[in-house]
């Protein structure tokens, strides 16, 4: 299977880091609602973790340890591990409009990895008056969370998020999310080259 690069042009010029949050005093904008919000401990989860559980569960497929299927209609991840086992994890998938599917390897990995908003993102909102920086350092705020997995040579990841409470959605700008203490878990068990299959 292959990526639909054609299919998947117009949501690459409009990626926008998985409902990025740009920085702004103590309040972040989502452009999914397109609004400015703030966050905090008092305005959702800060602990980091998903309100989906993780667990192991049995393992039938063909895929071997090690791979990572996507299933964005089900909302899972799923890491396939030895003996007929497969870790399973809650995630965030892109909206309408935004969903693809493929197979590919991680190409990357990176601890609290950088955003850099693509030009096309920067220039869109800067007309609806809202400012989005060039570029944001990795943290606790950086709407890409404490993880990234880059998938081949596309702008897409399985990366962290800063909203935990959104994992089970479909929220993305088509990266997948998973919350941050469960990326953390997964990025301890995957390699670079690791296989991705996205299904829809």
Same mark, same amino acid.
């Given at each position: 299977?292959?990526f ?21 005093? #103590?309040?972040?904008?989502? =452009? ?5 919000v #703030? ?9 980091? %973790? #998903? ?10 497929? =063909? ?17 396939? /591990? ?12 892109? %909206?309408?409009?935004?969903? +693809? ?10 601890? +609290? ?15 609806k008056?809202? !400012?989005?920086p ?8 950086? =709407? ?6 880059? !998938?081949?040579s ?18 993305? #700008?088509?990266?997948i /999310?998973?919350?941050n203490?469960d ?5 301890d ?5 690791? %296989? !991705?299959?996205?299904?829809?």
């Amino acid at each position: 299977m292959r990526f639909f690069y054609a299919a998947l042009a117009a949501a690459l010029v409009t990626f926008s880091a998985s409902t990025a949050f740009a920085q702004a005093g #103590s309040q972040f904008f989502d =452009p999914n609602t397109r609004t400015w919000v #703030s966050y905090g401990p008092q305005h959702g989860n800060p602990s980091g %973790k #998903s309100p989906i559980k993780r667990q192991m569960v049995k393992y039938d497929g =063909p895929h071997a340890p090690g791979t990572i299927i996507i299933d964005t209609s089900e909302r899972r991840l799923y890491h396939v /591990r030895p003996n007929g086992k497969a870790m399973k994890y809650g995630v965030g998938v892109g %909206k309408e409009g935004f969903q +693809w599917a493929g197979t590919n390897r991680i190409t990357r990995k990176a601890e +609290w990895p950088d955003w850099t908003p693509p030009p096309q993102m920067i220039a869109r909102e800067r007309a609806k008056g809202r !400012i989005l920086p060039a570029h944001m350092k990795g943290g606790p705020n950086n =709407p890409l969370g404490a993880r990234a997995m880059y !998938i081949g040579s596309t702008l897409y990841r399985i990366h962290g998020t800063n909203q935990p409470w959104t994992i089970g959605s479909a929220v993305s #700008s088509g990266c997948i /999310r998973l919350a941050n203490d469960d990326v953390t878990h997964l990025y301890d068990n995957v390699t670079v080259g690791s %296989k !991705i299959i996205v299904k829809r």
